[in-house]
């Protein structure tokens, strides 16, 4: 078993450890700042476009499509620990490098799933970071975790169809650049198989009918880095026959194959997290002392710091043996990791915050540090993509079955 990172993996990390150093760590106060001045809070700062420009000049573009037509041609391996950097300043970098989501499961879908028409409408302009994009799944009437519960209607009419539905938690939605939705409905609700009722429907955001309600909160935040998590109406909107996304009762079978992927990004740019908030945490305790003592030597914090060291280490390696499944057996064969890693790795990583919130004080829940953000995306991941229980459900019953 080798360890150790390939040539192209450690050549893209030097560049990419580089560029955090210089360009995304100094520009978070920086887009902070400009946002407050904004029109809209929802606008992007300009700081965003400089580091996009920097970061497709240098190369650390569309890192996360494995198919080398579209993006840099990455196995998950060799993405792995740069999907983790980027996660140290996870309301920039991933951005920065047109490797954010919902964008990238997006861009996987029109790649894989799209024809020639719709690649050419919306994927050439997502992969050229020239727009964004949106998943609207979950509908705040029904139990989303179980997507045969979706009630958006995808009618057929002639030559369009009609979407009728209300979702929410849509990410990226409030944005103004997030051009186009990729909405899952049902064409089909009263046919006999749960699983092919449902499809997916490209509906761009100027559409008559479609109103971006309003901003859900996350802990009482807005997310505005994040594009937002919007509550989105979809009232009689009529789009072209040709908008839907394969074929019709195929939108479940997409849906499976695009959260694969997106789940084991989030895992990666999760460990970026940790580390990042250790790094604080470490860099805290030796500055700061407490009853005579700094509180880097107090036991209670070595405690904190060694447990999140040796936790960190085991979510990378589990990550890594996914992503290397994942290219060698494919994303099906792999699907007992990936759950593992979905349910292990926000829950670890909102404990390894929450100490590094409590090594901070009052400052670890205040906007001065970036903690108490990390913390609440962090926690947000066991909820987004699937909660913790639905993929402790399904890996539960696929090792159950062994001994049935
Ligand atoms: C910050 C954020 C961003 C998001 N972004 C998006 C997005 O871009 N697009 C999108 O479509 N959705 C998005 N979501 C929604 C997310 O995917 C859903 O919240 C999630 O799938 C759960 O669906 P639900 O909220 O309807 O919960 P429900 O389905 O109502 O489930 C509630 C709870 O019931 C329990 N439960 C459910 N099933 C089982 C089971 N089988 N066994 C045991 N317990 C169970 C779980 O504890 C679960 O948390 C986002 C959510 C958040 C918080």
């Not at 407050?36 to 476009?49: E, I, Q």
């Not at 051009?179 to 997916?200: C, E, L, N």
């Not at 084991?264 to 700061?288: F, K, P, W």
Request: hydrophobic share 40%; net charge negative; with cysteine.
């Amino acid at each position: 078993m080798d360890f150790s990172f390939d040539a192209r993996t450690e050549e893209l990390r030097t560049k990419l450890l580089a560029f955090m150093d210089e360009r995304v760590y100094p520009a978070e106060a920086v887009a902070e700042e400009q946002r407050a001045l904004l029109a809209s809070p929802w606008d992007t700062p300009a700081v965003v476009g400089e580091l996009k420009a920097e970061a497709k000049r240098q190369g650390l573009w569309n890192l996360f499509l494995p198919d080398a037509e579209y993006g840099a041609g990455l196995t998950n391996l060799q993405y792995a620990p740069l999907a983790e950097i980027t996660g140290r300043s996870p309301h920039l970098a991933p951005t920065a490098l047109n490797c954010a989501a919902p964008d990238t499961g997006n861009m996987e879908v029109l790649a894989q799933f799209g024809d020639e028409a719709q690649r050419k409408q919306w994927l050439e302009p997502l992969l050229a970071g020239e727009i964004r994009s949106a998943f609207a799944m979950t509908e705040p009437e029904v139990a989303s975790s179980d997507a045969t519960n979706i009630e958006t209607r995808i009618r057929r009419d002639g030559d369009s169809y009609v979407v009728d539905g209300r979702k929410w938690y849509i990410s990226g939605a409030m944005n103004p650049d997030c051009k186009i939705f990729i909405v899952m409905g049902k064409t089909d609700p009263d046919g006999a198989d749960i699983r092919r009722q449902q499809s997916m429907i490209l509906v761009p955001r100027d559409t008559p009918g479609v109103e971006v309600r309003r901003a859900m909160q996350v802990y009482g935040y807005e997310d505005h880095s994040h594009g937002g998590h919007a509550e989105v109406v979809f009232d009689g909107v009529r789009v072209p026959a040709s908008n839907l996304i394969g074929e019709e009762g195929g939108g479940f079978a997409i849906a499976q194959a695009r959260l694969g992927p997106g789940r084991i990004h989030h895992c990666m740019r999760l460990i970026g997290m940790a580390e990042r908030a250790v790094e604080l945490t470490c860099r805290r305790a030796v500055s700061r002392t407490a009853f005579g003592k700094t509180l880097a030597q107090q036991g209670v914090v070595q405690n904190w710091i060694a447990d999140a060291r040796v936790t960190i280490e085991q979510l990378r390696l589990l990550v890594l043996k996914t992503a290397w499944l994942m290219d060698t057996v494919g994303n099906r064969g792999a699907h007992t990791e990936i759950q593992a890693i979905k349910i292990a790795t926000p829950r670890a990583v909102v404990e390894i915050i929450d100490k590094a919130v409590q090594a901070h004080g009052a400052g670890g829940v205040s906007q001065d540090f970036p903690l108490a953000e990390l913390w609440a995306s962090a926690r947000t991941l066991k909820l987004a993509d699937g909660p913790d229980e639905v993929h402790q459900r399904s890996l539960a019953r696929r090792e159950l079955k062994k001994y049935l």
